[in-house]
T-cell receptor, first 111, second 114 residues
Framework: GENVEQHPSTLSVQEGDSAVIKCTYS??????FPWYKQELGKGPQLIIDIRSNVGEKKDQRIAVTLNKTAKHFSLHITETQPEDSAVYFCAAGQAGTALIFGKGTTLSVSS | KAGVTQTPRYLIKTRGQQVTLSCSPISGHRSVSWYQQTPGQGLQFLFEYFSETQRNKGNFPGRFSGRQFSNSRSEMNVSTLELGDSALYLCASSSLRADTGELFFGEGSRLTVL
């Protein structure tokens, strides 16, 4: 089955800096790669996703890149703000199987 | 539009007991997935239901079971509780198959096993 590795497990940055979180997946058939943000006391919420026919996708300060050959994808957050502090999860999936999540990255943005 | 509702939000049980957790999906959503969240393991997939049928199952022992009703509401049950079952149990609903559409998560049911 699919296995998703996520790094780093914790990340501390200064406000205004960029943050990068990386994930690798094992199943080459996976074609859907979402990123979720979980704030304290809440359930995870989708912030951006990418499908295998696209190499990069941007939404304001957030971008995701996908390298299907290397089987890895990354989340990039620019101009970080204190409200970006949360746990971020990557996931991989395909039609007919469950969405498998990484173990999460705790991002702390200090002002 | 109301979000995903999970009940109870918090519960404490002792080893050997059983527990039932409930999830009401967003209106119109037919797919419900359950995940176990622990500090060391992140989000681990338990099972997914679509139109009352279990479509996928994760690698959990048979003590973990679930079902979905005709109104898409879902329940999960854990029998013979163990200390290691202490976790946040998250339910997520989707209008499409859970693997290819956005998952909308509830706030979870936090289970403590003593």
């Amino acid at each position: 089955g699919e296995n998703v590795e996520q790094h780093p497990s914790t990340l501390s940055v200064q406000e205004g800096d960029s943050a990068v979180i990386k994930c690798t997946y094992s199943d080459s058939a996976s074609n859907y790669f979402p990123w979720y943000k979980q704030e304290l006391g809440k359930g995870p919420q989708l912030i951006i996703d990418i499908r295998s026919n696209v190499g990069e996708k941007k939404d304001q300060r957030i971008a995701v890149t996908l390298n299907k050959t290397a089987k890895h994808f990354s989340l990039h957050i620019t101009e970080t703000q204190p409200e970006d502090s949360a746990v971020y999860f990557c996931a991989a999936g395909q039609a007919g199987t469950a969405l498998i999540f990484g173990k999460g990255t705790t991002l702390s943005v200090s002002s | 539009k109301a979000g995903v509702t999970q009940t109870p939000r918090y519960l404490i049980k002792t080893r050997g007991q059983q527990v039932t957790l409930s999830c009401s999906p967003i209106s119109g959503h037919r797919s419900v997935s359950w995940y176990q969240q622990t500090p060391g393991q992140g989000l681990q997939f338990l099972f997914e239901y679509f139109s009352e049928t279990q479509r996928n199952k994760g690698n959990f022992p048979g003590r973990f079971s679930g079902r979905q009703f005709s109104n898409s509401r879902s329940e999960m049950n854990v029998s013979t509780l163990e200390l290691g079952d202490s976790a946040l149990y998250l339910c997520a609903s989707s209008s499409l198959r859970a693997d290819t559409g956005e998952l909308f998560f509830g706030e979870g049911s936090r289970l403590t096993v003593l």
